[in-house]
T-cell receptor, first 116, second 116 residues
Framework: AQTVTQSQPEMSVQEAETVTLSCTYD???????LFWYKQPPSRQMILVIR??????QNATENRFSVNFQKAAKSFSLKISDSQLGDTAMYFC?????????????FGTGTRLKVLA | ETGVTQTPRHLVMGMTNKKSLKCEQHLGHNAMYWYKQSAKKPLELMFV???????ENNSVPSRFSPECPNSSHLFLHLHTLQPEDSALYLCASSQEFAGDSTDTQYFGPGTRLTVL
């Protein structure tokens, strides 16, 4: 069965600094999708970044980038130039849909606090 | 905010009550999902509807009954719940394409359910 592990329950970073959130997963699948979602306090969960497993190039989205290591089954999120608005819970997710089955597995989340 | 709305935002119910949660998506998507988010636990995928047909039911107790009358609306009917069912219930939608691709999910704000 697929599992997603986020080993850092809480992290903090100074404003304008860089922080990396870790995520590891376990799967026997070859093609799948990985996501980082952000859930700000009392607000809706939104997509931060997405990576297709068949793509070797790491996804980037403005200040957000991932380090995707398929062989190591690692998918970390780097936030550069951290801003106060980045304070949120961050969830790593593994998703695979095939032949009508849905394997959508989330990690337990990392609570990130950006300090002024 | 995303184009996924949920009502009510908060619900308190007794174990003998019957209530329903409503989700509406305004994004033209063809797939909708119910998740359960409990404290310190990963998001749990409960149900998936694709083209208004239930395609996934992850061993959810029968006291939870989903309904998808059309591609824009999703309900979760609740009856004889237990206190351990207290959680944040999130609705999400996405656009499914042919084959095994997985598109980004857009989440609603959730319904905070408390079962007394």
């Amino acid at each position: 069965a697929q599992t997603v592990t986020q080993s850092q329950p809480e992290m903090s970073v100074q404003e304008a600094e860089t922080v990396t959130l870790s995520c590891t997963y376990d799967t026997s699948e070859n093609n799948y999708y990985l996501f980082w979602y952000k859930q700000p306090p009392s607000r809706q969960m939104i997509l931060v970044i997405r990576q297709e497993a068949y793509k070797q190039q790491n996804a980037t989205e403005n200040r957000f980038s991932v380090n995707f290591q398929k062989a190591a089954k690692s998918f970390s999120l780097k936030i550069s130039d951290s801003q106060l608005g980045d304070t949120a819970m961050y969830f790593c997710a593994f998703m695979k849909r095939s032949s009508g089955t849905y394997k959508y597995i989330f990690g337990t989340g990392t609570r990130l606090k950006v300090l002024a | 905010e995303t184009g996924v709305t949920q009502t009510p935002r908060h619900l308190v119910m007794g174990m003998t009550n019957k209530k329903s949660l409503k989700c509406e998506q305004h994004l033209g998507h063809n797939a909708m999902y119910w998740y359960k988010q409990s404290a310190k636990k990963p998001l749990e995928l409960m149900f998936v509807y694709s083209l208004e047909e239930r395609v996934e039911n992850n061993s959810v107790p029968s006291r939870f009954s989903p309904e998808c009358p059309n591609s824009s609306h999703l309900f979760l009917h609740l009856h004889t719940l237990q206190p351990e069912d207290s959680a944040l219930y999130l609705c999400a939608s996405s656009q499914e394409f042919a084959g095994d691709s997985t598109d980004t999910q857009y989440f609603g704000p959730g319904t905070r359910l408390t079962v007394l």
